[in-house]
């Protein structure tokens, strides 16, 4: 199926790997043109070759810097000559427990992972709407609707972002001019983060990595962790011109792990 993107302009952040990157990969292989952004500059730089040389018919423009700052935001969004597509992503906060973090962890959690995103879509929805056209995408977390104990920053800040954009998503001058807003709630994907956590829950236990993770794999119904690419070919079905009626969802990606009916 032709996604109908051919030729937009899209702002991933964090996209230098994992699943920012996956993304940013997805919807370049459908003809859009993007700003990828990362604070890593080696890694980031790696990733813009790699898609310039995997997609030549598309622009790929990377922007050093962290989104989490007016200054990193304000860059971005100069390097795009349109945002047609917003894909909101950081690296989420450390876990432990809520009785050690202080007022400037929550501020950090928050900045990174609410105030961010809603900054940048208050930088590009309108715009998007004057145009007739605007996709935007939250990378949140499945802890959004199952919480995880240690994750209380993530939890917090994440599940705020949620409220925030359930509420502007169905603001009739955005939905009613082809502007969506949703969010993508990622599981177990094969990522560095969730390397790192299952070598942290290894050590802890006194347990080998590959014993954690084959545990872990086995507490989900498919068996397996999730892809970056598939992760990324969900990200641009929710960008495409047919998904005009999808607007103000949570859609939970995680190989069946959450048990609820609803």
């Known amino acids: ?25 997805a919807l370049a292989g ?5 700003v990828i952004t990362a604070r890593g500059e080696g890694e980031l730089l790696a990733t813009a070759a790699a898609l310039k040389s995997a997609h030549p018919q598309v622009e790929v423009l990377a922007v050093v810097g962290d989104i989490a700052t007016p200054e990193g935001r304000a860059a971005a969004l100069a390097a795009c000559p349109q945002v047609d597509i917003l894909v909101n992503n950081a690296g989420g ?12 962890q929550w501020i950090a959690a928050l900045d990174a992972n609410m ?19 605007g996709r935007i995408v939250n990378i949140t977390s499945g802890a959004v609707k199952a919480p995880i104990d240690v994750l209380g920053l993530s939890n917090g800040a994440r599940s705020g972002l949620t409220g925030f954009v359930a ?9 009613g001019a082809n502007v969506t807003i949703n969010n993508l709630l990622p599981g177990a994907f094969d990522t560095d983060r969730l390397r790192k956590t299952l070598a942290a829950g290894a050590a802890k236990a006194g347990l080998g990595v590959d014993e954690v ?33 999808l607007t103000g969802q949570n859609i939970l990606l995680d190989g069946g792990n959450y048990p609820g009916t609803f």
């Open 30 to 34: 459908e003809g859009v043109n993007v």
């Open 213 to 245: 993770a084959a545990k872990r794999r086995a507490a989900i119904p498919a068996q397996r962790f999730g892809t970056a690419a598939e992760f990324g070919a969900i990200c641009a079905m929710l960008c495409s011109a047919q998904a005009g009626y």
């Open 93 to 104: 906060p450390q876990p432990g427990d809520f009785r050690d973090w202080d007022r400037a």
């Open 115 to 133: 105030l961010a995103p809603i900054e940048l879509i208050k930088a590009t929805v309108d715009g998007m709407a004057a145009r007739g056209f």
């Open 167 to 175: 509420g502007v998503a169905r603001q009739p001058r955005l939905a």
């Open 1 to 25: 199926m032709d996604l109908g993107l051919k030729g937009r302009w899209a702002l991933v952040c964090a996209a230098s790997k994992g699943l920012g990157r996956g993304c940013a990969e």
